[in-house]
């Protein structure tokens, strides 16, 4: 029986969880041959690396920082949660033609779904401008009409490009006199070691904070947040678990449960 190959490609790309979590849901339906990896690239590289992997047998593929929305301009189709954000985080060969998905969003809302934080008539701070970002935001803006999100970058252009993509009158610059309840990192800040620089006044006492990125202990970006007074503040592991359960089903015509699998991966 021939393998069912995957995996997920990004810079850097050891720390992933991904391949486990896939496995875990190959485990549920008996797929013996899954097999899930982790692929390395450049920018420049991106497409050869994505086109060599396809036509080698590849399943499909899950993209991850810093390539979601360079993998966007070359695929072939685009699904419509794409479409919507500009950028993507899931493909699968569709009649020879790289097609492209965007599950993150939806992971995004269905992880906050799980830990009851309320996201409907909230004041919302994204904080990023990449593909993640515009995931996020175009899902929420699909889901809750009564939000107001605003948008928080350091290059403030990126920021201000990213609203005109969407053009909707809930999505605005950060302004320094807002206070949040719920404030989302799409940055990869953890990820390094340099010192959070973020503006004042971003929270209060009930502000709950999140970021996309996750670890075995708190997340820098964890620290801060709670350091300047947010009631809590999770890191990305949950929504790292809903997006692939999306991505799972998208190439595998199959949803797998995720009951409990969330405390297993934070005691590997």
């Not at 036509?55 to 419509?80: E, R, V, Y």
């Not at 947040?225 to 947010?230: I, K, Q, R």
């Amino acid at each position: 029986m021939a393998k069912l190959n995957f995996a997920v490609i990004g810079n850097p790309i050891n720390h992933s969880l991904s391949p486990a979590i896939h496995k875990y849901f190959a485990s549920q339906f008996n797929l013996n041959d899954f097999v899930y990896d982790k692929i390395e690239t450049t920018q420049d590289n991106l497409g050869k690396t994505i086109e060599a992997f396809f036509s080698c047998g590849g399943k499909g593929l899950n993209i991850t920082i810093p390539f979601k929305i360079h993998a966007f301009n070359i695929c072939h189709l685009l699904d419509t949660s794409a479409i919507q954000c500009g950028s993507v985080n899931t493909l699968m060969s569709e009649s020879n033609k790289i097609k492209g998905f965007n599950t993150d969003g939806i992971g995004f809302l269905d992880d906050l779904n799980q830990k009851g934080i309320e996201y409907n008539n909230s004041n919302i701070l994204i904080i990023g401008a990449g593909g993640s970002a515009m995931s996020i935001i175009s899902s929420i803006l699909q889901k809750s009409k009564k939000s107001n999100i605003s948008v928080f970058n350091r290059t403030k252009i990126n920021a201000e490009n990213l609203i005109k993509l969407f053009n909707n009158n809930k999505l605005n610059l950060h302004d320094h006199d807002t206070c949040y309840d719920l404030v989302v990192n799409t940055t990869p800040i953890s990820m390094s070691e340099e010192k959070i620089n973020l503006p004042n006044k971003l929270i209060r006492s009930k502000t709950i904070c999140y970021d996309l990125f996750y670890n075995s202990k708190r997340t820098s970006f964890q620290s801060w947040a709670y350091d300047n007074g947010a009631e809590r503040c999770y890191d990305g592991l949950g929504m790292l678990i809903q997006q692939a359960k999306h991505s799972f089903t998208i190439w595998n015509n199959l949803t797998p449960e995720i009951n409990g699998l969330e405390d297993k991966l934070r005691k590997l």
